[in-house]
């Protein structure tokens, strides 16, 4: 286990990894990858119970990245956890690696499901999670989604099925960074209010500081302690979290640094 | 051929037997399990039946999730919806990471009838057999239909299975074999070869016993495999009988007669007829009207033979076909 600190330099490393890894690739979403990175952190680093040596340990708890497109987040988490070296991370959406532009299962060790095309992966995990039911087994499925993923029907489809299901050991996490590839969400489609969304649909909901890790921490331990309902956990964050100039920004969504970008942003993330 | 047996009724029980036999398998419907016939999976096993309500999109994703926890998902709902309703899902959940989800769709095809044609899967098996890993199965009768899951339950990776609402002849006794990816010869033929499948199969034979009447003789092939296809049998009826002929209750592209068609065409160029629907969507109606209308009759089948036959070229000494 991490000491706080420890947890916020792991978080800036993954960072770190992100802008380089995009740079490199020079394609990627680096919005939504540094939005999420605090979530990811804490689930890797605090949260999950996994074995990195052993991918496919069948209790382990089960991550599901819905927005793939944070795939660099997680392809960070994974490797700075150890599913494969640190040195693969650089070989991002290129010919031939492991590394793929979206969440792959049939590449990555350490992935669940194979992500990109929105809204998949509630249902996904509700998957999970009645199989955990009925195999008497003790893990938690989480499921981490963008909130402009909640535009997308199948999400609603699984909200009501979740809580329809009495998944208490189903977690799932909105990256609420408010920006989706167009533009404002309250702009383009409208979500909010989310948290009542969710509550109407059944959902214990608790809504967080999406970069405050120490509040991440306390947010999965409180959704653990819920039972009989499958439990929402709206962090709000800031889409391009800890690069001054990609902050709030909608054309960071799927735009990569240039080189000087990218070499400022190390600096910032220094 | 008087006898009728119903697919759907038997793929309701073999499900109970395999969950007797299996505690991992499990089945999911989307509100229709009266009309696929999952009921009776429900009944014996409640806690392993997950009913979706009309939400297809998330009963596949679902289904991936419990098949990549060790779970055989079956995954049932009326063809029109399980193939393109969630085409997005079923390809990136499940034919991608190639999850042990197998579909069983029912309701197929125009026989569905009065419904109209919002609820006539006609396209199903080009949208099924275009992703890749899939194995995808028209099945001819209900013992055939019961073997086939039964197939399907023992192998690992996504499968489509497609049964019609309607009752078929009984073709095959309780000795039968299904073989996966194995054409099933029915009867031998000299003068061009029958392909068929589903419901088309039974309307292929009576066609073969009329032809032989007029000293034509023509093999029928049930193909309750569509993919992958058993493209050995395809070449080899091709060369034996120099001329095919295909029927599907499917739009003419991309189904069993674009399929067999590519195989033909690269490795044993014969003359060939694809019997199937128009490019068009179809109507309300009785399902023998509507076959009528579409061409999917023996009487067809007879005429479309007969003129291919007709057709084909000569024989020209030792040296072969003259074209």
């Known amino acids: ?270 | 051929m008087c006898a009728e047996s119903s697919m759907r009724e038997a793929y309701g029980k073999t499900l109970v037997e395999l969950g007797r036999e299996n505690k991992d398998i499990v089945v999911l419907d989307a509100d229709l399990s009266q009309s696929t016939q999952t009921f009776m999976f429900a009944k014996e096993y409640p806690n392993r039946f997950f009913d979706c309500g009309i939400a297809e999109q998330n009963m596949m994703g679902i289904a991936a999730g419990l098949a990549a926890s060790g779970k055989t998902a079956f995954a049932s709902t009326f063809a029109v919806f399980a193939s393109s309703r969630c085409f997005d899902q079923v390809r990136w959940s499940i034919a991608q990471p190639h999850r042990n989800v197998k579909i069983v769709a029912t309701h197929a095809g125009i026989t569905v009838g009065e419904d109209g044609a919002s609820h006539q899967a006609i396209e199903d098996l080009s949208l099924m057999c275009a992703l890749p890993g899939f194995t995808v199965i028209c099945p001819a009768d209900a013992i055939e239909t019961a073997q086939a899951v039964r197939a399907a339950a023992a192998d690992v990776g996504p499968y489509y299975i497609r049964l019609p609402r309607l009752k078929s002849a009984v073709l095959y006794g309780d000795d039968y074999q299904f073989v996966k990816d194995k054409a099933m010869m029915m009867r031998e033929g000299k003068d061009a070869t029958i392909i068929a499948i589903g419901l088309m199969v039974e309307r292929a034979l009576q066609a073969a016993d009329e032809l032989a009447k007029e000293d034509i003789n023509v093999g029928v092939m049930n193909m309750h495999t569509v993919k992958p296809l058993d493209s050995k049998a395809v070449i080899k009826a091709a060369r034996e009988t120099g001329a095919i002929v295909t029927v599907e209750e499917h739009v003419r592209q991309g189904g069993l007669g674009s399929r067999v068609a590519q195989i033909v065409a690269e490795y044993a160029p014969v003359p060939m007829s694809i019997i199937a629907i128009a490019d068009c969507y179809c109507s309300s109606g009785k399902p023998e009207e509507l076959l009528e209308l579409q061409g999917l009759t023996a009487a067809n089948i007879i005429e479309k033979t007969r003129k291919l036959v007709q057709k084909k070229p000569k024989p020209r000494g030792a040296s072969g076909w003259v074209f």
Not at chain 1, 77 to 99: D, V
Not at chain 1, 195 to 207: M, N, Q, T
């Open chain 1, 1 to 270: 286990m991490l000491l706080m600190n420890e947890m916020q330099d792991k978080a800036k490393l993954i960072r770190r990894h992100i802008i380089k890894m995009i740079a490199e690739a020079n394609s990627g979403h680096p919005g939504g990858s540094l939005s999420a990175t605090d979530i990811i952190t804490v689930l890797y680093f605090h949260v999950l119970h996994h074995d990195p040596k052993n991918p496919l340990w069948p209790d382990r708890d089960r991550f599901v990245l819905s927005k793939g497109h944070a795939a660099p987040a997680l392809y960070a988490a994974l490797a700075e956890s150890g599913y494969f070296p640190i040195e693969e991370l650089m070989t991002l959406r290129k010919t031939n690696s492991r590394m793929q532009g979206h969440c792959d299962v049939m590449t990555t060790p350490g992935i669940e499901t194979s992500s990109g095309p929105l809204g998949q992966g509630l249902s996904f995990g509700i998957g999970c999670a009645l199989a955990a039911r009925l195999d008497g087994k003790k893990y938690y499925t989480y499921v981490l989604l963008g909130d402009g993923e909640c535009d997308e029907g199948q999400v609603w489809e699984a909200a009501m099925a979740a809580a329809h299901f009495k998944l208490d050991n189903l977690i799932a996490i909105i990256d609420r960074n408010g920006i989706q590839l167009d533009g404002w969400t309250k702009d383009i489609m409208n979500s909010e209010p989310l948290d009542e969304k969710w509550r109407a649909f059944g959902w214990h909901v608790i809504v967080v500081d999406g970069h405050d890790i120490y509040k991440l921490e306390i947010a999965f331990d409180e959704a653990k302690m819920i039972k009989g309902k499958p439990v929402m956990i709206i962090a709000n964050t800031v889409k391009g979290k800890g690069v001054s100039f990609m902050e709030n920004k909608a054309e960071f969504h799927g735009k990569p640094p240039t080189k000087d970008q990218a070499e400022k942003a190390l600096k910032e993330l220094e």
